[in-house]
């Protein structure tokens, strides 16, 4: 799912839309208007319904990398490697919801190094691991609100 936002510019450009309708359609906006310079509060609602959608994705991979036992350090850091790199994406696209191509939402390469030396620091420690992922995820989690559309006076509860 991740990859799915990040990757949503160059997917338009290739006339390729994998985001879920319906949130979208909740939000007011139409996927079928979605250009690299859209510029809209509506799909920029159902952008971050989505963020806090992986975001618990991500708080289920968490839970089962912690089921693997701790001596198995090679598959849990191999889980945790894609799961920091996932949350520290998903922090840059919701840091720049208007981000128009996926190099304004791409980690670096001494993101990727921090993640890999704090998941081999924390990976045997299931502890150490939930705190590390509520620190570093803790505004990925969007609280449940309202929005009203700006077509009616309905409000739409997510």
């Not at 979605?34 to 510029?39: A, G, I, K, M, R």
């Not at 975001?55 to 799961?83: D, V």
Request: proline content about 3%; overall charge positive; hydrophobic content about 35%.
């Amino acid at each position: 799912m991740t990859n799915i936002l990040k990757d949503i510019w160059d997917d338009a450009g290739r006339g390729v839309c994998w985001l879920p309708q319906d949130v979208f359609t909740e939000t007011g906006f139409d996927l079928n208007k979605l250009t690299p310079e859209t510029d809209d509060k509506n799909f920029r609602i159902g952008l971050e319904h989505l963020i806090s959608i992986a975001h618990g994705h991500l708080h289920n991979a968490l839970k089962y990398t912690q089921l693997l036992p701790s001596h198995e350090t090679g598959i849990r850091n191999f889980c945790l490697w894609a799961l920091g790199m996932a949350i520290l994406t998903l922090k840059k696209i919701k840091q720049n919801l208007d981000f128009n191509h996926s190099d304004q939402v791409k980690i670096t390469r001494k993101s990727v190094k921090a993640t890999i030396l704090a998941t081999r620091l924390t990976g045997r420690n299931n502890a150490l691991l939930s705190l590390l992922f509520n620190l570093t995820s803790r505004e990925l989690k969007t609280p449940d609100w309202t929005y009203s559309t700006s077509s009616s006076k309905d409000s739409i509860k997510l």
